[in-house]
C-alpha cells in the first residue's frame, strides 16, 4: 500500500458526515413514468428469484442539466459508511443559516452553484459565513465543494475568489481555493448521457471527495490525528456504556467523603479523558499509520525527488552538506544517528540537532520554524497566539501556567495544583514563580508571544524564585480575564501578566521537578581527596 493510498483510506475512516445543499435534489425524479403494477414471478427451485435483480441505483437514470440525484448520493455514501444529509430549500426559502449551523458538524460540506439560479450569490453567502464562522472558532479543517452543472467551472471560481477575502488559486491548473486549512474545491457534474472529461456522478462524488480531503489533509501527523479520531469516533458509545447512569450514585458518594467535595469535578473528568484514551489501540495504531513501513513510503513519496541537504555546520546557515540520497535518509529514520555512516557526508553525528533544519523543509528558516512549533505542540496543552480556545475558556492560574510580565520577563507558575484551588474568597494568596531567560542556545522552551517564537531557559537559581499575590475574589481559584482581546491575570497590587499557556502537565512538573533539586542540594564540607575519587573525572 502506498502513502497515498494508506492516506485516503484513513481519511475515508474518519470521514463521517457530509452535508449537501441543492434546490434540485430529489429522491424520485420529476419525469420518471410511473412504476407499473407488481407481477408475480415463479421462483426459482430454492426459492430464489429467476433472474438477478439489479439493484436501483444500477437501472436508474442519470440525473440531467443541474439536478441531483439525491437518492444515488445518499446510498453511495452510505455503502462507505458514511452518512450524508441532503439539504433541498423550497422556492423562496433561505436556508443558509441552516447550511451554516449543519456544517459546524459536518465533516464536508457540498454545495450547488445555481440555487434558484441565482449566479452562485447562496453558495458565496454560504462560503462567507463558514469560513467567518470558523476564524471565529479559531480556525479548523474545512473542505467546502462546490457541484454544480455549470458548464464554465473557472467563472465560478473567480467569482468566489473575487467575493470571499483571503483565498488564492492553486498553481496546479484545477479549480481549487485555499486559505490555510480552508479549502473549496470545484467539481462538474455530469450531465444525463454525456459525461465531460472532469465530470463527476453522484455515485462516483464520495471517492472523489474522499481523494480530496485525503490531499488536503493528509500527512504523517494529520493521519496519526484522523486514525485516533476515527477510533474515537467509532467507540464512543462504549465510552457512553463505561460511564453508565447506574455510577451516579456512587460518584455522589464519593463527593459526599471527599473533604473538598469539588475535587470530585476534575477527578471525573479526568477518569472521562483517560478513557478516551484508551478507545484506540496505541501500538496496533501506532504501526500502522506511523510505523517504520508507512515511513518508508512517505519518504520515498513526498521526498524521493526532492534536494535533500543538512546544515554541514550547526555555526553556518550557508554552509550545506552534498545532496543526501533518500535510501541514506530512510536508514536513519529506521535505526537512529547510530545508522549514520562515517564516510557519508553528513559532517557526523555530532550536533545533528542543530543541522536537521533544511532536511526536509525548503530553507533552513522554514525549517527551524516548524521545529518551534512542534516543541510548542509538544510543550503546551493551550496557547494564547495559537489554537483554538472555546468561547467559555477561562485560564486558571496553575502549575505550569507561563505569564509575561509588564517588564518582559517571562515566569513559570510552580505552585502545586493542590494550591491553586479551594481559595478563601477575597483573600489575597501568594503564588510561587521561577523566571525564564530568553536564549537561543541552549534552551528548554519555545513559546510564542505577539512578536512571534522565543527560546527560553529555566533560571534554576534559588534567588530567582519569588511569589506573587493574587486576589482570588468571589472565586475558589485565580481566573484571568480579557484584557485588549487577550487574557491577562492582575496581581494583588493591580500588575497586569500575560497569559501565554498552559503547559502539559508532565512538562510543568519536570521544571518543578528542577526546582526542587536545585533547592534540595546538600552543602557538605567534605575531605577532597574523597570528593574527587567519587567525581568521574576522566571522562
Given at each position: 500500500m502506498?502513502?497515498?493510498?494508506l492516506?485516503?483510506?484513513?481519511?475515508?475512516?474518519?470521514?463521517?458526515?457530509?452535508?449537501?445543499?441543492?434546490?434540485?435534489?430529489?429522491?424520485?425524479?420529476?419525469?420518471?413514468?410511473?412504476?407499473?403494477?407488481?407481477?408475480l414471478?415463479?421462483?426459482?427451485p430454492?426459492?430464489?428469484?429467476?433472474?438477478?435483480?439489479e439493484?436501483?441505483?444500477e437501472?436508474r437514470?442519470?440525473?440531467?442539466?443541474q439536478?441531483?440525484?439525491?437518492?444515488v448520493?445518499?446510498d453511495s455514501?452510505?455503502?462507505?459508511?458514511?452518512?450524508?444529509?441532503?439539504l433541498?430549500?423550497?422556492?423562496h426559502?433561505?436556508?443558509v443559516?441552516?447550511?451554516?449551523?449543519?456544517?459546524?458538524?459536518a465533516?464536508?460540506?457540498?454545495?450547488?452553484?445555481?440555487?434558484?439560479?441565482?449566479?452562485?450569490d447562496t453558495?458565496?453567502?454560504?462560503?462567507n459565513?463558514?469560513?467567518a464562522?470558523d476564524?471565529?472558532?479559531?480556525?479548523?479543517?474545512?473542505l467546502?465543494?462546490?457541484y454544480?452543472?455549470?458548464?464554465?467551472?473557472?467563472?465560478?471560481?473567480?467569482?468566489?475568489?473575487?467575493?470571499?477575502?483571503?483565498?488564492?488559486?492553486?498553481?496546479?491548473?484545477r479549480?481549487?481555493?485555499?486559505?490555510?486549512?480552508?479549502?473549496?474545491?470545484f467539481?462538474?457534474?455530469?450531465?444525463?448521457?454525456?459525461?465531460?472529461g472532469?465530470?463527476t456522478?453522484?455515485?462516483?462524488?464520495p471517492e472523489?471527495?474522499?481523494?480530496?480531503?485525503?490531499?488536503f489533509?493528509?500527512?504523517?501527523?494529520?493521519?496519526a490525528a484522523?486514525?485516533a479520531?476515527?477510533a474515537?469516533?467509532?467507540?464512543?458509545?462504549?465510552l457512553?456504556?463505561?460511564?453508565?447512569?447506574?455510577?451516579?450514585?456512587a460518584?455522589?458518594?464519593?463527593?459526599m467523603?471527599?473533604?473538598?467535595?469539588e475535587?470530585?469535578?476534575?477527578?471525573?473528568?479526568?477518569l472521562?479523558?483517560?478513557?478516551?484514551?484508551?478507545?484506540?489501540?496505541?501500538p496496533?495504531?501506532?504501526?500502522?499509520v506511523?510505523?517504520i513501513?508507512?515511513?518508508?513510503?512517505?519518504?520515498a513519496?513526498?521526498?524521493?525527488?526532492?534536494?535533500?541537504?543538512?546544515k554541514?555546520?550547526?555555526?553556518s546557515?550557508?554552509?550545506?552538506?552534498?545532496?543526501?540520497?533518500?535510501?541514506?535518509?530512510?536508514?536513519?529514520?529506521?535505526?537512529?544517528?547510530?545508522a549514520?555512516?562515517?564516510?557519508?557526508?553528513?559532517?557526523?553525528?555530532?550536533?545533528?540537532?542543530?543541522?536537521?533544519?533544511?532536511?526536509?523543509h525548503?530553507?533552513i528558516t522554514d525549517?527551524?520554524?516548524?521545529?518551534?512549533?512542534?516543541?510548542?505542540?509538544?510543550?503546551?496543552r493551550?496557547?494564547?497566539?495559537?489554537?483554538h480556545?472555546?468561547?467559555d475558556?477561562?485560564p486558571?492560574?496553575?502549575?505550569?501556567?507561563?505569564?509575561?510580565?509588564?517588564?518582559?520577563?517571562y515566569l513559570?507558575?510552580?505552585?502545586?495544583?493542590?494550591?491553586?484551588?479551594?481559595?478563601d474568597?477575597?483573600?489575597?494568596?501568594?503564588?510561587l514563580?521561577g523566571e525564564?531567560?530568553?536564549?537561543?542556545?541552549p534552551?528548554?522552551?519555545?513559546?510564542?508571544d505577539?512578536?512571534?517564537?522565543?527560546?527560553?531557559?529555566?533560571?534554576?537559581?534559588?534567588?530567582?524564585?519569588?511569589?506573587?499575590?493574587?486576589?482570588?475574589g468571589?472565586?475558589?481559584?485565580?481566573v484571568?480575564?480579557?484584557?485588549g482581546?487577550?487574557?491577562?491575570?492582575?496581581s494583588a497590587?493591580?500588575?497586569?501578566?500575560?497569559w501565554?499557556?498552559?503547559?502539559?502537565?508532565l512538562?510543568?512538573?519536570?521544571f518543578a521537578?528542577?526546582?526542587?533539586?536545585?533547592?534540595?542540594?546538600?552543602?557538605?564540607d567534605?575531605?577532597?581527596?574523597?570528593?574527587?575519587?567519587?567525581?568521574?573525572?576522566?571522562?
Amino acid at each position: 500500500m502506498s502513502f497515498t493510498e494508506l492516506t485516503r483510506e484513513i481519511a475515508a475512516r474518519f470521514l463521517q458526515t457530509v452535508v449537501v445543499f441543492d434546490d434540485e435534489a430529489y429522491l424520485q425524479a420529476p419525469d420518471d413514468p410511473p412504476p407499473d403494477d407488481a407481477v408475480l414471478v415463479a421462483p426459482g427451485p430454492r426459492g430464489e428469484h429467476p433472474t438477478p435483480i439489479e439493484s436501483a441505483d444500477e437501472v436508474r437514470p442519470p440525473s440531467k442539466n443541474q439536478q441531483l440525484d439525491a437518492k444515488v448520493l445518499m446510498d453511495s455514501f452510505a455503502k462507505r459508511g458514511q452518512v450524508c444529509a441532503v439539504l433541498a430549500p423550497a422556492k423562496h426559502e433561505d436556508l443558509v443559516g441552516t447550511v451554516v449551523d449543519c456544517g459546524r458538524k459536518a465533516d464536508v460540506l457540498v454545495l450547488d452553484w445555481q440555487i434558484g439560479k441565482d449566479n452562485g450569490d447562496t453558495a458565496v453567502r454560504v462560503v462567507n459565513r463558514v469560513l467567518a464562522e470558523d476564524l471565529k472558532q479559531g480556525g479548523r479543517l474545512r473542505l467546502v465543494v462546490i457541484y454544480t452543472g455549470e458548464p464554465q467551472l473557472a467563472s465560478c471560481c473567480t467569482t468566489v475568489l473575487e467575493q470571499v477575502k483571503g483565498l488564492s488559486l492553486l498553481s496546479d491548473g484545477r479549480f481549487v481555493l485555499v486559505k490555510e486549512n480552508f479549502r473549496v474545491v470545484f467539481i462538474r457534474k455530469t450531465d444525463g448521457a454525456t459525461v465531460p472529461g472532469d465530470a463527476t456522478s453522484e455515485r462516483d462524488l464520495p471517492e472523489r471527495i474522499i481523494r480530496e480531503f485525503a490531499e488536503f489533509a493528509g500527512g504523517l501527523l494529520p493521519n496519526a490525528a484522523m486514525s485516533a479520531a476515527a477510533a474515537v469516533r467509532e467507540n464512543v458509545h462504549v465510552l457512553l456504556r463505561r460511564f453508565g447512569k447506574e455510577l451516579d450514585g456512587a460518584y455522589l458518594g464519593h463527593r459526599m467523603l471527599l473533604p473538598q467535595p469539588e475535587d470530585a469535578e476534575s477527578f471525573l473528568f479526568e477518569l472521562v479523558g483517560d478513557e478516551i484514551k484508551s478507545l484506540f489501540d496505541l501500538p496496533l495504531l501506532a504501526d500502522h499509520v506511523v510505523g517504520i513501513a508507512s515511513l518508508k513510503d512517505y519518504l520515498a513519496e513526498c521526498h524521493g525527488n526532492s534536494q535533500l541537504v543538512l546544515k554541514q555546520s550547526r555555526d553556518s546557515d550557508k554552509k550545506l552538506s552534498p545532496p543526501i540520497s533518500i535510501d541514506r535518509v530512510i536508514k536513519v529514520v529506521e535505526g537512529g544517528p547510530k545508522a549514520i555512516d562515517p564516510n557519508w557526508q553528513w559532517g557526523g553525528k555530532s550536533h545533528l540537532h542543530e543541522r536537521l533544519h533544511p532536511l526536509f523543509h525548503a530553507t533552513i528558516t522554514d525549517g527551524e520554524r516548524w521545529y518551534a512549533a512542534f516543541a510548542r505542540l509538544s510543550s503546551f496543552r493551550r496557547e494564547a497566539f495559537t489554537g483554538h480556545l472555546p468561547d467559555d475558556f477561562e485560564p486558571m492560574l496553575s502549575l505550569g501556567t507561563i505569564l509575561k510580565d509588564p517588564a518582559g520577563r517571562y515566569l513559570i507558575c510552580l505552585q502545586p495544583v493542590c494550591d491553586c484551588v479551594r481559595l478563601d474568597c477575597n483573600v489575597p494568596r501568594n503564588f510561587l514563580f521561577g523566571e525564564f531567560d530568553r536564549s537561543e542556545k541552549p534552551f528548554d522552551l519555545v513559546v510564542r508571544d505577539e512578536t512571534g517564537d522565543v527560546r527560553l531557559r529555566f533560571a534554576l537559581s534559588p534567588y530567582r524564585v519569588f511569589p506573587i499575590a493574587f486576589n482570588p475574589g468571589n472565586r475558589a481559584g485565580i481566573v484571568a480575564r480579557r484584557v485588549g482581546g487577550l487574557f491577562s491575570f492582575e496581581s494583588a497590587d493591580t500588575v497586569q501578566y500575560g497569559w501565554i499557556g498552559d503547559l502539559r502537565r508532565l512538562v510543568a512538573q519536570r521544571f518543578a521537578c528542577r526546582f526542587s533539586e536545585q533547592i534540595s542540594r546538600i552543602g557538605l564540607d567534605e575531605f577532597e581527596w574523597q570528593r574527587l575519587h567519587a567525581r568521574k573525572i576522566d571522562t
